[in-house]
Each structure stands twice: as structure tokens, then as C-alpha cells.
């Protein structure tokens, strides 16, 4: 019997980056409890598919099907989330509020960010595709179903292609300093047309210190059910992202779990 599945990409840094990878075990048993609780599955990968000069670690999530088919896991909905994210134990089964369609959270935070990312991609490799960037969502949260496989095989061919071309996407990061996957999903899916659900940002509360509620006493755990913690200034080798995930953990689930 096909269940729900939460899909997380866990793969070790390396070098000094090493350490970004340390606090991720909080998501993971977060949504590993969660997911037993609400009758789903966790899927963790940790091994990269291509050596990361081919391929961030980001780019990873785009082969959830082709995962979950090579190892036998018969699945109903799709849950993609980061591994920076922690979800509140108390939280209603996301899954319930899809209406079976592609979905996301808008992106909330620095807009200068949003529009060039927009701005470039669009220029440089979706010049046709048009979409307000008030729709652009954050690819840290996004969930799928059967129906968007044949989507996520066509990214993947046009990942491939780009980067036999000149390594055209990795090439408009660098020189603008723009979004890595995130763009992208958001012009190809707008390019192929897909039904998108845009979900309220309960289910991803992203950059929590330009919110001005990332702070000590963790008051962002009473509003909404999904926290992810990303865009946090000054966070070197991590240490911040350790700090608030190992916190917002511990309280919610009363449930110290030593460091690897």
C-alpha cells in the first residue's frame, strides 16, 4: 500500500563546510517522528548521485522518483523539504491541505534576492516564460505526487544539458550571485504549465531573523508548524544553525540526542 513520503537530502560537506551538515540530525529526527506519528515515510538520501563539481548538494531533490522507484518504495504524495527545517510535533498532516497538486511556499525575505534571481535566469535561459515574482517560491518545502514525474524527468534532462552546454546554470551563479535549483524550478514548471497550490508560510517559515523572531526564547514555535532556518547573518561554519535547530528541537520534543 503506496504512502506519503517526506524526502530529505542529507549529504555530508566536506572541507569548511564540513560542519553545515552537524545540526541536520535535529530535522531528521524531527520529521522522522513526525512521520511515524502521521502514518508516512522517511527518506533520507546521504550519498551523492554526481561529484559535486557536477552537481550541488541542492540539485539532488530532483531525483525523489527516480529514488523512490529504484528502492522499491510505492508512494503517494511527496513531501521535499530541506534539512535545515524542523517540524513541530503538534502539526497537522500537510498532506491533507494539497488538493493533489504541485505545491510551495512563496519565498519570504530579501526581494532584491527574488528579482535578480528572476531577472537573469529569465534573460539567459527562460526569456519566454513570464510569471510575477510575488509567485516565486522557496524550494525548501514542495510537494509533489505521480503526476509531476514526467515534469521531474524533463529537469533533469535540462539540467544535463545545461551543464554540457558551458555549465550555463552554475556559470549565471557565480556571475550574479542568484538562487541555485530554486530559479530554476520556479521557470520550469511555470514553462510546463504546472497547476501550482501556493501553501501559507505556516508550512515554511523562512528567514526567521529578517522576521525579527529568531531569537533566544524561540517565539517563532508558536506561529506556524514548519520552521526552516536559512538566511541566518553571520553564521559561521554554521554555528548559528546549530544553535537554534538543537534549541527549537530539545523544547519541542524534549529529547536530547547526542552529536555525530
Known sequence: MSKNI?????????????????????????????CKKNNCELFVLEDRIYPKEVMNANWHKIFAFELLEANNIDYDQILVVDADTIIHPDSP???NFTDYKFCAIRNYGSMDWV??????YKKHLFPDVEFSPLEYFNSGVLIMNKTHKEIYSKLIEF????????DIIQNIQKTYG???DQPILNFFLRKEKVDIKLLPYEWNMQDLNRFEILNKELSFINHGWLYHFNAIPNNHNGQFTQYFMEQTYNT????NIPQT
Open 6 to 34: 517526506v524526502f530529505i537530502v542529507n549529504i555530508k560537506e566536506e572541507g569548511d563546510r564540513k560542519n553545515r551538515s552537524i545540526p541536520y540530525q535535529y530535522s531528521i529526527n524531527s520529521w522522522n517522528k513526525w
Open 115 to 120: 528579482c535578480r534571481s528572476y531577472e537573469n
Open 178 to 180: 542568484v538562487g541555485t
Open 252 to 255: 519541542l520534543y524534549n529529547d
Open 159 to 166: 539540467y544535463s544539458e545545461c551543464y554540457q552546454n558551458h
Open 93 to 95: 498532516n500537510i498532506f
